[in-house]
Each structure stands twice: as C-alpha cells, then as structure tokens.
C-alpha cells in the first residue's frame, strides 16, 4: 500500500490512528483483523472506490497506528471505531470487518446501538470457543516472547501469519504484514495484542446476536484453518435474514488469497 494512502491521523485517548479515505459515493468503512492491518485490504480498495468513498485505518496497536503500552484489545477497539465514525461525520455507512473487525463492527452496533446501512463480515471472530494452542501460549509467556531475537521473531511471525492464505504467500504480502510487528516498538505489540485477546469480548454479544436487522453478509474462505467455516455456519443461523458465501481456494485471508471473486461477492451485495 502506498504510503500516502494513510496520511491521515486521529488523535484518541488512548493513541494516535493513522487512516486513509478513497473514491466517492456513500460511505464505506473497512476493518481489518489481526494480526493485519489495512495493507490487507489493498487489492479491493480500488474496486470498492468506483463506487464508495471509502474509509479505512489500522486499528489502534497495529499497523501504523500507534502501539501504546496499554490495552489494544477488542475491549477498546469498538469505543475507538465509534469515535471514529464521529470524526468522519459518518451516521449508516456500509461496513466491512474481517477477523477481528468483524468482532469490531458487531460490538459497535451491538453494545453502543451505532446503526449501519449494510453489514458485511469475513471471517469474524464471532462463535466461541476461540483461540489457537499459540494464543494460549502467549498469554503465558508473553515477557518471554517479547525478548526474542529480531531473526527468531520474524520467522515465529512470518510461519503463523503464512498459515492463513491458501495460496502460496508472495514475498511482497508477507513483508506488508511483517512489517509493523518488526523491531522494538512492533515485536512487543504482536505478542501483546495476542495477550490481551479474551474470548468474553465476544462471549458478551452472542446473545444479541438475533437482534441485528440491517442486511447482513457473511462470507467465508473454505479452506480457513484459522475459523473453520462451520462457524461461519452457525453465525449465518443466529442473524436472522443474513446471506451466507463460501469462497473456495481461499483461507482465512480471502482479501489475500481471493481478492477479484472477494470483490466479486460484495458488489451485487453493496450496490442492490
């Protein structure tokens, strides 16, 4: 992604947001997951600009935002999205969340009643249990993890974050990811948004989620090792009148491993 593409920032409470605006037409936001940030979403930026003004930033701990000392857990990330939306003036933009911002976009609009136009998810972090035996890991040992060697640390990072596409990861995606979570200020701010990660951020909207009413999309890589596609199932049965789609040959970062068929499925959706 182009440097300029993120020339804007936002100061918060609890650190500055780095953020980029694209395109024209009805406002569209975009939230990236983890451990991502919105490089991810560079492929689709485009297509969406045609007909959207689109609106994306790197959540608070990630990509070029700020990576304070303090908490960058989803516990906060809803109250920084809707403070955000404030900032742009935006009152029912369509938005996007993958992974973690998908778990973003539903606390917003659930826990603070924030309305949107039209509601798409990608692999959200939604269904409990969640969580990998190398979360687990970390929230016990995260002063450890954080005194590795930069060689160890990149390896440790570049074999996790590879697990997640499908395809082949070039060289050129897996340095965009990479590089925020390199040396001393982004190696202890990969493990430390892994420490904070806790299943009851989501635990606490499951039950809501049957009241959500705006039109809904949720899509879903088949070949996800990270959330396996029968969660997606059971999420499209809790929402009710949500379309569900699985894209195949696509893991859990379909933006990555998919992006022309990603864009494909959310156009018709976006424009109807």
Request: include cysteine; charge should be negative; hydrophobic fraction near 40%.
């Amino acid at each position: 992604m182009n440097s300029y593409w993120m020339r804007c920032t936002y100061s918060s409470s609890n650190g500055f947001v780095r953020y980029g605006v694209s395109g024209s037409g009805p406002p569209l936001v975009l939230i990236h997951g983890t451990p991502w940030s919105s490089f991810n979403w560079r492929h689709i930026i485009p297509g969406l600009s045609e007909f959207f003004t689109v609106y994306y930033y790197d959540l608070l701990g990630y990509g070029k935002s700020e990576k304070p000392e303090g908490d960058v857990s989803l516990g906060v990330q809803h109250d920084l999205f809707k403070a955000l939306l404030n900032e742009w003036q935006l009152e029912e933009p369509i938005v996007i969340g993958h992974d973690f911002g998908g778990t973003t976009a539903l606390r917003t609009h659930l826990l603070h009643g924030v309305p949107y136009k039209k509601l798409v998810l990608i692999d959200p972090v939604a269904i409990g249990p969640w969580g990998s035996p190398f979360f687990t890991h970390v929230n016990q040992y995260e002063a450890a993890f954080r005194g590795l060697p930069d060689a160890m640390h990149e390896a440790l990072v570049s074999t996790y974050v590879q697990g997640a596409m499908y395809q082949p990861m070039p060289e050129d995606t897996r340095r965009g990811i990479l590089h925020p979570w390199l040396g001393s200020t982004g190696r202890p701010a990969f493990y430390r948004q892994i420490a904070q990660a806790r299943q009851r951020y989501t635990d606490e909207i499951e039950p809501l989620y049957a009241s959500i009413r705006m039109p809904t999309l949720i899509l879903w890589g088949r070949e996800d090792e990270w959330i396996p596609v029968e969660k997606g199932r059971a999420l499209h049965s809790r929402i009710p009148g949500a379309s569900f789609c699985i894209i195949p040959d696509a893991g859990h970062l379909v933006q990555e491993d998919q992006p022309a068929v990603l864009l494909g499925k959310l156009l018709p959706f976006l424009l109807a």
